[in-house]
């Protein structure tokens, strides 16, 4: 039992960084999944508070595409504390198992898979949380088709406490954008990068990299272009190969925004392509069972149970897609003698496991030695071929772009140009060159010039944007969007929730970072309840709806000054600012009073029948009771106003 709630009933899978159990929370009497992390984690105090800071992130996500958090919790004991999550337990299997039980997927089911996993990250990012290790054994697929995306918040939590060190990247090297391996920062694009990596090996049926070592492949999304599926595979429309291309690019300003930047393009592509959607399958090959995220069978030397008990996970080399890890990032040039490979944060390794390792530095340093030599050789090749000529990389730093390029093409160098903000470098002139002035390089050499874009400015938020799509576009300017309720304004016609107006204005040039202000509508303004009182029903339904209110009618009482059918009151009552917001509803209070007729000079007999219509009771007074008895006179008066079923006497001769 965790917590003496929790019941811990069998092994579902281990990961890298947890065991997966299926369990029952014995207090809802619910099936359920319990994540628990492993020791290295649990005794980290940093690792708990931000996995609870996390958790509490992802629970607070409601999407039919996200895998349900629960609860979350430490159970403390004696031998140790096990840091828990309490999970939507799903029946069927992951999208790894269908990929490896069909290889590649048709189109139709390919974007069938995307588009919740999209929806479910496009939700997470409107919340402002990244994902960071999108991949197939993250993606469920239940027995119903229905497609969920888990293990929100898991890997930040893990990357930002003590466990990890800032040399140190979290993920899954098959999956990893290029700025998770340079510099370890993760965005919303990141994301979208993993997406389109998953989406090209749901159509080629495998990832755009595998190697020998996780260097390798972490080194190939830094300096390699993924390629166009349909240069794998035959059979991709072109307009899928250009989506997966634009989601992957290593620029990362050059990808979709976010989540739902890709989901809307993908839906787009669908329309264009007339797809329609298919049902999502579980592998017929897969056991029925229960699958949950980063969930990998134990190797049979564990002693473990075995494979068969658990759904199929596929055998790929150990620099293949399966594992979340933690990567070392590649080092500056004079730390790459002491960091040659990507190391998983795991327990001291087994001498098997050290043997294995110690053949594969071998074989690593050897690489490396061909490399230098065949490097050597190539450039000596390249000098002879060109007969030496170098020249020296002109001054080009603080020069306007137009008049560095010329330069360089006086130099006979060629130039690559890349942009970005600056405070102090004015617009449109270089901040810096690589390789610098003064170095020498042979002809024909490119130049990396870094072109100053100046300031960045407000972007030109519309009015009526969505706070968290204007938070994106102020976020991808380089500056932090600021939300303040209290300045929120009301709005005739801005929906409640979207953005007004920004401050400073579009276009006003800020330091990088800057605050910009978002107000946000509140709805339209509330207005009074207008003042109906003695009005009747059909006049003051009419008013109110005029006003933007819905009337109903909200009882009756009898009040001796209004008449009957007519307005007593409202509620709320008239004056009472309300907004109008789905149109509110007003109740109207009516009044019942009965208004007595004259009755003197009638017979008793039309007394009789006139008082019966208007549900009151006549009381006659006579010295002989004739049929023919005429009414000399009457209390209540003529034109009293009394409750129903009130008396009336009458005196008859």
Not at 52 to 76: T, W
Not at 262 to 271: F, I, P, Q
Not at 356 to 375: E, I, M, N, Q, S
Not at 396 to 424: F, I, M, Y
């Amino acid at each position: 039992m965790l917590e003496r709630r929790y019941r811990v009933d069998s092994l579902i899978a281990r990961g890298g960084m947890s065991t997966v159990y299926r369990g029952l929370d014995t207090r809802l009497d619910r099936p359920v999944a319990l994540k628990v992390m492993d020791e290295q984690y649990s005794g980290d105090r940093s690792f708990v508070e931000r996995f609870e800071s996390e958790a509490r992130a992802a629970a607070r996500l409601h999407d039919p595409n996200i895998v349900a958090v629960y609860d979350q919790g430490v159970d403390r004991r004696a031998d140790g504390d096990h840091v828990f999550l309490v999970m939507q337990l799903v029946e069927g299997c992951t999208l790894r198992d269908l990929i490896v039980d069909r290889g590649r997927l048709p189109v139709p089911l390919a974007l069938s898979v995307l588009e919740p996993v999209l929806s479910a990250l496009a939700a997470a990012h409107g919340a402002g949380m990244v994902h960071r290790d999108v991949k197939p054994e993250n993606v469920l697929i239940g027995e119903d088709g229905t497609v969920r995306v888990a293990d929100f918040g898991l890997v930040r939590a893990a990357a930002s406490a003590g466990t990890t060190s800032g040399s140190v990247i979290l993920g899954t090297v098959a999956y990893l954008s290029p700025e998770q391996v340079t510099t370890g920062a993760a965005d919303l694009r990141t994301d979208v990068y993993a997406a389109g990596v998953v989406l090209f090996e749901m159509l080629t049926g495998h990832p755009p990299y595998v190697g020998d070592t996780a260097l390798s492949v972490a080194y190939r999304h830094v300096n390699d272009d993924v390629p166009a599926p349909g240069t794998q595979v035959d059979g991709v429309p072109p307009a899928l190969d250009e989506l997966v291309v634009r989601a992957t690019r290593r620029d990362a300003q050059a990808r979709p925004a976010d989540a739902a930047a890709m989901l809307a393009e993908v839906r787009r592509v669908r329309g264009e392509l007339g797809i329609a959607p298919v049902p999502v399958p579980v592998p017929s090959s897969a056991e029925r069972t229960t699958v949950m995220p980063t969930a990998q069978h134990p190797p049979p030397e564990q002693g473990d149970p075995p494979t068969e008990q658990f759904a199929a996970v596929r055998d790929v080399p150990a620099a293949g897609p399966q594992g979340t890890r933690a990567l070392q990032r590649p080092r500056s040039a004079e730390e790459e003698d002491r960091t040659q490979e990507f190391g998983a944060v795991a327990a001291g390794p087994s001498p098997r496991e050290q043997e294995r390792r110690r053949g594969k530095r071998a074989v690593v340093a050897w690489t490396a030695v061909v490399a230098v030599l065949a490097l050597l050789v190539g450039g000596v090749a390249f000098w002879l071929g060109t007969g030496g000529s170098s020249v020296q990389v002109p001054q080009l730093v603080g020069k306007p772009e137009a008049e560095a390029q010329q330069a360089l093409q006086t130099a006979g160098l060629r130039s690559t140009v890349t942009k970005e903000h600056d405070n102090a470098v004015p617009e449109g002139v270089v901040i810096s060159s690589s390789p610098e002035q003064g170095a020498q390089v042979s002809t024909e050499r490119e130049v990396a010039l870094v072109v100053s874009l100046g300031k960045p400015a407000v972007p030109p938020i519309a009015e009526g944007t969505p706070l968290a799509e204007a938070e994106i576009e102020v976020r991808n300017a380089k500056l932090q969007p600021v939300h303040d309720e209290s300045a929120d304004e009301y709005h005739q016609s801005v929906p409640e929730g979207r953005v007004i107006r920004v401050d400073p204005a579009p276009g006003t040039r800020l330091d990088i970072s800057s605050e910009v202000r978002l107000i946000v509508s509140r709805g339209p303004p509330p207005v009074p309840v207008p003042d109906v009182r003695g009005a009747s029903k059909e006049e003051a339904f009419a008013i109110l709806s005029n006003a933007g209110f819905t009337p109903f009618e909200a009882g009756q009482q009898f009040n001796a000054d209004v008449e009957g059918g007519h307005v007593i009151a409202t509620d709320p009552g008239a004056g009472t600012e309300v907004r109008l917001a789905g149109s509110p509803r007003i109740g109207v209070v009516l009044s019942n009073a009965v208004a007595v007729p004259d009755l003197n000079g009638t017979t008793v007999e039309q007394a009789q029948q006139a008082m019966a219509e208007r549900g009151l009771v006549l009381d006659v007074n006579a010295l002989w009771n004739r049929p023919n008895m005429r009414i000399f006179g009457q209390l209540p008066t003529p034109g009293s106003r009394v409750e129903p079923g009130s008396t009336v006497r009458v005196t008859a001769f």
